[in-house]
Structures are given as C-alpha cells and as structure tokens.
C-alpha cells in the first residue's frame, strides 16, 4: 500500500475512533453531556489538523456547535468530512482534470 493510502486509511481509523469518543456521552446519561462541555473544543481542534485549510477550518466550526449541542453527537462528523474529502471530493478533482 502507498504511503498516500496509508496516510488516507489512518485518517479514516482515527476519525471513527472520535466520533466513538463523541458518542460516548449517550452512554453515560446527563455526566456525558458535561463531557461534551471538553470535548466540543478538543473535537474542532482536532479537526483542524487533521484537514488543513479553510475546509478544516468550517469543519472545526461544525465539529464544536455539533458536540456542544445536547442530542448531536450521533452525527458522524469526522467520518463525513472524510467521505466529503477522500471520496467526494476527490471524484470532483479527477472530473475537473479530465477536462
């Protein structure tokens, strides 16, 4: 496997581990959503290292308002953003090179 796809199977693997961390405040009713009170800004930072730029930047946005909110946390915000970013995206790219 390349290192390209290693890097892109690693993200996908962490970010399934923190949307299960995000998730574990329905686990633990009422002290999960305290929970949520320190991972909201842990989530958003580290969604904008493991996507750079402007769209790391909104995704930490959505990251943070999702955890913060009580009743959110079934949305899988990592893994949508690596859908949007290694699947969708990356078929608009080659779209877009083709032409």
């Known amino acids: 496997m390349s290192k390209t796809k290693n890097s892109k199977y690693k993200s996908l693997f ?12 329905f686990v ?7 929970g ?6 842990i989530a958003a930072w580290l969604m904008t290292r493991m ?3 402007k769209t790391g ?3 930490g946005a959505i990251t943070f ?3 913060i909110l009580p009743g959110l946390d ?6 949508i953003m690596w859908l ?3 699947v969708f995206k990356a078929k608009t790219s080659k779209v877009i090179n083709v032409s």
């Not at 962490?14 to 299960?20: K, N, Y």
């Not at 949520?36 to 800004?41: E, F, N, T």
Request: charged content about 15%.
């Open 14 to 25: 962490l970010g399934l581990l923190f949307d299960a961390i995000g998730m574990l405040s």
């Open 28 to 34: 633990i009713p009422l002290i999960g959503d305290f």
């Open 36 to 41: 949520d009170i320190v991972w909201a800004p």
């Open 51 to 53: 996507y750079k730029g």
């Open 57 to 59: 930047q909104v995704a």
């Open 65 to 67: 308002i999702e955890e």
């Open 74 to 79: 079934v949305i899988p915000m990592f893994t």
């Open 84 to 86: 949007y970013t290694h």
